[in-house]
């Protein structure tokens, strides 16, 4: 499962977390290239990467923001939002290798913010991408039916 941490200036950290792993009192969360074990004492939750030195978590309710420091998160699993990316709230770029199904609207044309702009099949879910910013669509570059990787840039909206 795919999470993103989005910070207030729109910029993203991904960890992808591939496989947990319970036993009888530690949970283990296996990510690309690292293991993190968590195990609760005295109603406290803490985080090992080696089970020899455990240092305390912080336990947040799902849907929930994280702050670190000076900086707080939004947490959003499996999806980013449209609109949050790097390259500006009128970029469309997509977060995870898919197949376009469907086009809503044509280089040229208005769209208001949050109206749907393609639909993006990614794993076997219809994925509706909608408009960051309210604009005209200055380029369009998708066709129905093209596979998409990670991080391609489908459409860009200029702001009116």
Known sequence: MRYYFVDQDRND??????????????VSFQFKDRTL???????KLFGSWDQVSWFKLTQIPAGESVSSHATTYKVYRGF??????????GALITQMPGKV???MVSEGDKV???QTVLILEA??????????????IKNFAVKV???LESGVLMAEIEEE
């Open 145 to 147: 039916g093209q596979a």
């Open 37 to 43: 074990h968590t195990r609760k004492l005295a109603g």
């Open 13 to 26: 950290t991904v960890i992808d977390l591939n496989r947990v792993v319970k036993t009888e009192n530690i």
């Open 123 to 136: 794993m076997k879910m219809e994925n509706e991408i909608k408009a960051g910013v309210s604009g005209v």
């Open 80 to 89: 980013k939002p449209s609109g949050l990316f790097a390259g500006g709230a």
């Open 112 to 114: 208001e913010k949050g």
């Open 101 to 103: 199904v469907k086009v």
